[in-house]
């Protein structure tokens, strides 16, 4: 009997306790509801563009052979934060380009190839970057692409084609985002002016200027500007390979993403939302330049570690993305064979780190290196280029051959037959071998972190990530 009414007070207490917890919620429900819901104050889109994850697997075991250094990526963001994996397929293809991934990322919904900001289905809702602005935040895109290339554009603009440039420079000028940083000077300057590449006599710098911005063209006057709105045209058409870059003028993802927290945060109590690009690593892994995409990424990653420092001021109000619209190149270190003489062990090599090491001796990118050699490649052109940039490295005679006589070597597409044979040198020489020279279906990673970044963890489809990046914003609208 006593037993018996033990255990009715004991019934009648977890009765009580469950009603006041559902009347006024558990405080551990309470935390773990408002980690999910929380709104982040200042957030970085970090976007190695054609990044897989041997592109940064690489670059780490690099950092670490050649430089005695950590990435940040691996070490930091994704060992604090949250490790997604992601889906990119566009809606017509089962590999993408820049414009439908982007698209994906910034509208959260499915597009097709070569569309920036309007979905396969017809719809064309609202980027989470407007969103952001619409809430009063400052926003800004950075990159070393032009700054109307398809990944900035995709977060700001609507239109059916990635090329139609004026168009998505037109709809920069109504948004007007505070921090517009890269290349692509060709497309503001009036028809009459030398370099341009405009069809008509508009001069949208002044254009730009007329509505308050402040012009920057060289690393000194970007590293000037303190406050207000900054449009950055530091070249033509895309800025330079890191590898190439002449560090006392131009400036690099790094010195970009230092000036744009800089500006976007100054004085600033609602926040900002930043697109950084570095689009390099694409183009590099399109032509099969792995010494080029190395020296980019690892900048892009110095960039990474600028967000991480501010994120350790701001931890609860800050979201960190990082992550890739693609995957350029099926790269990686492999075992190859030395020659085709034999398949047998003797002629069999594996990658080591002499290779990363061969590959750090590299002083320019394969495009300059084609430059060098130019339209009609001599033999004797060829093997001066070889001491002087490529030392303690041997080019195939059938390659050599394909060089003389511009002729590619495979059916890889966007390389000239220079760059292609160069590549295909480099792979002989040190394993690092690529499969193409185009973009994959690789799924690639997002790391997260901050505010927010629990809602990336998984395998999830591109759009869906766009979803869950628009309804963190949304959520800010509604309060
Ligand atoms: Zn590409």
């Known amino acids: 009997m006593k037993t018996h009414r ?3 007070t004991v019934v009648f207490l977890m009765l009580a306790f469950s009603l006041t917890q559902w009347i006024f919620g558990s405080p551990r429900a309470a935390q773990r509801q408002s980690n999910s819901t929380v709104t982040p104050k200042y957030i970085f889109f970090f976007l190695a563009d054609g990044a897989g994850t041997a592109h940064m697997e690489i670059t780490r075991q690099y950092n670490r052979a050649v430089h005695n250094e950590s990435l940040v990526i691996p070490d930091k963001i994704m060992k604090e934060g949250n490790l997604g994996l992601i889906a990119t397929d566009a809606a017509d ?3 993408t380009d820049s414009a439908a991934a982007a698209t994906a990322f910034a509208s959260g919904c499915k597009a097709k190839l070569g569309v920036l900001g309007m979905c396969a289905d017809g719809s064309v809702p609202k980027t989470a970057m407007e969103i952001a602005k619409e809430n009063g935040m400052r926003v800004g895109l950075v990159t070393n692409a032009p700054v109307y290339d398809a990944s900035p554009a995709a977060f700001i603009s609507h239109v059916p084609n990635r090329r139609n440039f004026s168009a998505i420079l037109n709809r920069y000028l109504e948004l007007e985002p505070d921090v517009l940083l890269g290349g692509g000077k060709e497309q503001f300057l009036a028809k009459s002016e030398p370099g341009s590449r405009r069809s008509d006599e508009i001069d949208l710098i002044a254009a730009f200027v007329k509505k308050g911005y402040l012009y920057v063209s060289t690393k000194q006057e970007l590293e000037r500007a303190q406050r207000g709105k900054v449009l950055g045209l530091f070249s033509s058409a ?3 390979f890191e590898i190439d870059r002449n560090k006392q003028i131009e400036p690099s993802v790094y010195d970009m993403t230092q000036a744009a927290i800089r500006l976007l945060h100054n004085g600033n109590f609602n926040g900002f939302f930043v697109f950084i690009e570095n689009e390099n690593v694409d183009t590099a892994s399109h032509q099969t330049d792995i010494a080029s995409m190395i020296r980019d990424y690892r900048e892009f990653d110095r960039a990474v570690g600028l967000a991480y420092e501010f994120y350790k001021k701001y931890p609860r109000e800050t979201l960190i993305l990082v992550t890739s619209d693609h995957e350029t190149g099926g790269l990686g270190f492999t075992l190859a064979l030395k020659n085709l003489s ?9 990658a080591t780190i002499d290779d990363l090491k061969k590959i750090d001796s590299i002083p320019i990118s394969l495009k300059k290196a084609s430059g060098i050699l130019g339209p009609t490649p001599t033999g004797e052109a ?6 002087e940039y490529f030392k303690g490295f041997t080019l195939a005679p059938d390659y050599k051959e394909a060089i003389i006589k511009r002729q590619p070597i495979s059916r890889t597409i966007f390389v000239d037959p220079t760059i292609n044979a160069l590549g295909m040198m480099i792979a002989n020489n040190t394993q690092a071998y690529w499969l193409t020279t185009a973009h994959t279906n690789q799924p690639v990673f997002v790391a997260a972190l901050g505010a927010g970044a629990e809602q990336f963890r998984g395998y ?6 766009g979803k869950k990046l628009k309804a963190l914003l949304e959520k800010k609208q509604s309060h």
């Open 93 to 95: 293809s089962l590999s």
């Open 342 to 350: 034999s398949e047998r062990g003797p002629n069999q090599v594996a």
């Open 238 to 240: 895309d800025m330079s």
């Open 6 to 8: 033990w255990f009715l």
């Open 460 to 465: 999830q489809d591109n759009a869906d990530f």
């Open 382 to 387: 060829i093997d001066n280029l070889m001491k």
